[in-house]
């Protein structure tokens, strides 16, 4: 399962922009799609996740100004971050669960891949 992330880049604080997230490749289904961040210095940690059943979770310091949204159809998952703040700055990371292909119509073993990073940078 090949993960091809897109968007990121310089803005200013209180500036928007959007990351996109595809999901390619073979596989039975994907559980949960989601971006997690990683600032220099600083663990990974979970930006915003969105499950198959619709669920959403986000971080308590993105609330409100990101929303995360899910087209299952495509795969694919986007990230709009708006009011961007210098603390924003990081690696963001996309991340796919799922389940590849298991016998017959079955699903196999779980998976769970990351994309290759994209930098937002939030300038004061």
């Known amino acids: 399962v090949q993960l091809q992330a897109s968007g990121g880049g310089l803005v200013q604080a209180g500036g928007s922009l959007r990351l996109s997230c595809a999901a390619s490749?073979?596989?039975?289904?994907?559980?949960?799609m989601g971006w997690y961040r990683q600032a220099p210095g600083k663990e990974r940690e979970l930006v915003a996740r969105?499950?198959?059943?619709?669920?959403?979770e986000y971080a308590a310091s993105v609330k409100d100004r990101f929303t995360i949204s899910r087209d299952s159809a495509k795969n694919t998952v986007d990230l709009h971050m708006n009011s961007l703040k210098p603390e924003d700055t990081a690696v963001y990371l996309c991340?796919?669960?799922?389940?590849?292909?298991?016998?017959?119509?079955?699903?196999?073993?779980?998976?769970?891949?990351w994309g290759q990073g994209t930098q937002v940078t939030v300038s004061s």
């Open positions: 991340n796919v669960v799922g389940f590849l292909r298991g016998k017959g119509w079955s699903p196999g073993r779980s998976f769970s891949n």
């Open positions: 490749g073979s596989f039975h289904s994907i559980s949960s």
């Open positions: 969105t499950t198959n059943l619709g669920d959403q």
